[in-house]
């Protein structure tokens, strides 16, 4: 009679064998079923390499977000975005074993936090558990918050300006976010000054990376030029200043302004190094 193949893993699963259950997944595939016991298993260790499996599984091939390479972020792909639904079926399938709870310590929260994070860019509307009900470390909080940003950048319409948010921001990369566009130009709408320099961290980064339409990073250094904080200002400035925006004409009234802004901001820079000479 032959042993069936996952046999030995369920039969260290029952007996909670944290070891060999690590041991014997490093060799061979975890099957579903199995790793969805692993995640709500009583003993944090099995949680824990259930949780570690699960976002390995993440990684394989098919399971990725299938971006069309010809195509970017903040411009409409070809068919309407069906390439951003390749190998969802299976994102879908791992999405399903996760409990419904953001874990039951502060190291298993955060885990869970990196995980719905991961699949936020994968899976559009993706649910996340109430973490804001509990009484989390501000470490995890961070990264909580940065995974519903990434999934939903309208959170910032309702989140409360503060550190905390500004700590979650600071966090998200644009190659990290579902929609870099959406966020970039949530960001932007916030007039929030520190919200908005990070609104030109991510423009810059998703553009570089080819995750963002030069149309419409430009559009929004456009409208920052018009903000009354300097930093900001300036920031949007010195991007528009760089080759890649000079690929297309500038409307006459935006040149105006842009041509104005640098003005005022050249001038007294001007006079300050005049009097140092």
Same mark, same amino acid.
């Given at each position: 009679m032959t042993t069936p193949p996952d046999a030995a893993l369920h039969a260290a699963l029952d007996r909670a064998d944290a070891a060999l259950l690590a041991r014997l997944s490093a060799t061979r595939a975890c099957p579903s079923d199995l790793l969805g016991r692993m995640v709500r298993h009583p003993a944090p260790r099995i949680r824990h390499l259930g949780l570690t499996l699960l976002a390995e599984r993440l990684d394989e091939p098919g399971s990725? $977000?299938?971006?069309? =390479? @010809?195509? /970017?972020?903040?411009? $409409?792909? =070809?068919?309407?975005? +069906?390439?951003?639904?390749?190998?969802s079926g299976q994102v879908d399938r791992l999405t399903r074993l996760l409990p419904d709870s953001p874990g039951s310590s502060p190291e298993e929260s955060l885990l869970l936090a990196r995980l719905h994070a991961r699949i936020a860019v994968r899976r559009p509307a993706h649910r996340l558990p109430d973490w804001r009900a509990g009484r989390l470390p501000v470490r995890v909080r961070i990264a909580w918050l940065r995974a519903e940003l990434l999934g939903d950048p309208a959170v910032l319409r309702t989140e409360p300006v503060g550190e905390l948010l500004y700590r979650a921001v600071r966090e998200c990369r644009a190659a990290d976010a579902h929609r870099p566009d959406r966020l970039v130009a949530e960001l932007v709408d916030t007039g929030d000054p520190v919200l908005r320099i990070e609104a030109l961290r &991510?423009? /810059?980064?998703?553009? *570089? #990376? @080819? &995750?963002?339409? =030069?149309?419409?990073?430009? @559009?929004? &250094?456009? *409208?920052?030029?018009? +903000?009354?904080? *300097?930093?900001?200002?300036?920031? %949007? &400035?010195?991007?528009? #200043?760089?080759?890649?925006?000079?690929?297309? $004409?500038? #409307?006459?009234? %935006?040149?105006? /302004?842009?041509? @104005?802004?640098? +003005? /005022?901001?050249a001038g007294p820079a001007a006079r300050q190094s005049r009097h140092r000479h």
């Open positions: 990725g $977000p299938g971006h069309d =390479p @010809g195509s /970017r972020r903040g411009e $409409p792909g =070809p068919g309407g975005g +069906a390439t951003e639904d390749r190998g &991510l423009a /810059r980064d998703g553009l *570089h #990376a @080819g &995750l963002l339409a =030069p149309a419409f990073v430009r @559009g929004r &250094l456009l *409208h920052l030029v018009d +903000a009354p904080d *300097h930093d900001v200002v300036t920031g %949007a &400035l010195h991007a528009l #200043a760089e080759p890649w925006a000079a690929v297309t $004409p500038v #409307a006459q009234a %935006a040149l105006t /302004r842009v041509v @104005g802004r640098v +003005a /005022r901001y």
